[in-house]
């Protein structure tokens, strides 16, 4: 017999341990109709699919003639990907009730899933024709149009799909989660911004809103309105775990290490902490200065996931600061092998190489650097400047020389001035350093940096002076 005392206001942790309970006695839970879909939902919100399943398979036997029921079964098995489940659930239910709007919206979800784009473009052509067909179910209309885009790899029809979407029903949660992607795919980050700020403007309290807003912030390179919009979403929900996760990412790349570790220790709280996260947690204490700690984090890592380099590299970074330039020249050669196309592992080793004074290693290893990131002046400047600091200036020169066709940078410019005022050809170092001043101004200090000596050379002041007063 059915417990009937429950009332609608009773918790769902209530609720719950009621249905448990009932299972003891009764074959499939014994509860109403609405407090297993109250289940069904909490369930499905806290992503344990098993549950949410398992409650909805009792309600569907307590209350086989429920079109709620079924429906909400086929909808389970649709958002988990179960596409031959949910067919099978679709032709009990169509034998069951007759075909409407809504049932037409199942199948066209279905057949998107199981990618029969050309079935899927007839049903939307025939609901697209119903007359005052709801804004829930043309919403869902759109966002099926938006797939069969997006298998023609049209993002940018596939982005205005899920616009529409999103106007006509806010709460689509595929709408919500795929646009992101079809704004960066299409560069609509500035647009999809404003529509997120008219829909917000609806509902402030949208947390996957909020996080999409700040993946446009930061596409557009707004970054610290998008760490207040991250925050903002795991504010609103502190289960969000994507929204943690660029949140700190962000602030570890801003080099708020106090900021992005606080944070993890609050995930850690909520949840098992990924590998990803952990070595974000391992940098977090490698910047606030706690070597012993991100040792153990990462040593940890690198038992637990023996490919991951980064934690190498990390790791070897510790001991370079003990200093242990063995042990640090070991990690870096083993991040290497793990991943040949890091230009700052190589660059890195390089530095080992000099405090060990392996010169010949260290020429090497830079040289690699600025190979693998041909397009990044910082390393061909590092390289250029190793071989000026060991007396090689004609290489040094090579080098630069080899940068400029390749790159581009104040540093190349004023490191190369260097050279050639250190290889005692003023008159071109003079020209050199002229058109960096025109063209790097902001980054002259640079020059200082590389050849303090030149302070006193009052022709290279003047010039300086007069390139200011030009700015």
């Given at each position: 017999m059915r417990n009937d005392s429950t009332q609608p206001n009773v918790s769902i942790a209530e609720l719950i341990k009621q249905?448990?309970?009932?299972?003891?006695?009764?074959?499939?839970?014994?509860?109403?109709?609405?407090?297993?879909?109250?289940?069904?939902?909490?369930?499905?919100?806290?992503?344990?699919?098993?549950?949410?399943?398992?409650?909805?398979?009792?309600?569907?036997?307590?209350?086989?003639?429920?079109?709620?029921?079924?429906?909400?079964?086929?909808?389970?098995?649709?958002?988990?990907?179960?596409?031959?489940?949910?067919?099978?659930?679709?032709?009990?239910?169509?034998?069951?009730?007759?075909?409407?709007?809504?049932?037409?919206?199942?199948?066209?979800?279905?057949?998107?899933?199981?990618?029969?784009?050309?079935?899927?473009?007839?049903?939307?052509?025939?609901?697209?024709?119903?007359?005052n067909l709801k804004d829930e179910l043309l919403s869902e209309v759109y966002w099926a149009k938006g797939q069969v885009h997006e298998s023609k790899t049209q993002y940018e029809q596939k982005y205005f799909c899920l616009k529409e979407a999103l106007l006509l029903n806010p709460d689509n949660a595929r709408a919500l989660e795929e646009i992101q992607a079809a704004a960066e795919l299409s560069n609509n980050n500035k647009n999809a911004s404003k529509l997120y700020h008219r829909l917000l403007v609806k509902d402030a309290y949208k947390y996957r809103l909020w996080y999409n807003l700040g993946n446009a912030y930061l596409r557009e390179n707004q970054v610290e309105l998008a760490l207040e919009a991250f925050e903002f979403a795991f504010e609103l929900n502190e289960r969000f775990e994507l929204a943690y996760l660029e949140y700190v990412e962000l602030s570890i790349a801003l080099k708020r290490y106090d900021l992005a570790f606080h944070t993890l220790k609050k995930m850690k709280g909520l949840f098992t902490l990924s590998n990803d996260s952990l070595f974000q947690l391992g940098k977090c204490h490698f910047y606030r200065k706690e070597y012993d700690k991100a040792k153990v984090i990462f040593y940890a890592l690198i038992k637990a996931e023996r490919g991951m380099d980064e934690a190498y590299f990390m790791l070897g970074k510790c001991y370079q600061l003990e200093p242990d330039y063995t042990s640090a020249a070991y990690l870096y050669n083993k991040a290497i092998s793990l991943n040949t196309m890091r230009e700052d592992y190589y660059a890195a080793l390089g530095d080992v190489n000099v405090e060990e004074y392996k010169f010949n290693k260290a020429n090497y290893n830079y040289g690699k650097a600025a190979a693998t990131a041909p397009e990044n002046s910082f390393y061909w400047a590092k390289h250029a400047r190793f071989l000026m600091k060991i007396g090689n200036l004609d290489r040094a020169f090579e080098v630069l020389t080899l940068a400029e066709n390749t790159c581009s940078g104040g540093d190349i410019l004023y490191c190369k001035a260097v050279c050639l005022f250190t290889m005692g050809k003023r008159k071109k170092a003079l020209k050199t350093l002229e058109n960096a001043l025109i063209d790097y101004y902001d980054e002259h200090k640079l020059f200082f940096k590389i050849a303090p000596e030149k302070f006193i050379d009052k022709q290279v002041a003047d010039m300086i002076t007069y390139y200011k007063l030009q700015e």
């Open positions: 249905y448990n309970s009932n299972l003891e006695s009764s074959k499939f839970g014994g509860m109403k109709e609405y407090e297993y879909l109250r289940m069904i939902d909490y369930y499905d919100k806290t992503n344990n699919y098993e549950s949410a399943y398992a409650c909805n398979y009792d309600g569907l036997c307590e209350y086989p003639m429920s079109y709620v029921m079924h429906r909400r079964m086929i909808n389970l098995q649709l958002d988990n990907f179960s596409f031959t489940f949910a067919e099978e659930a679709l032709e009990e239910m169509t034998k069951l009730f007759p075909i409407n709007d809504e049932i037409s919206v199942l199948l066209l979800k279905l057949n998107i899933g199981l990618k029969r784009f050309d079935v899927a473009l007839e049903i939307i052509a025939n609901l697209q024709q119903v007359e």
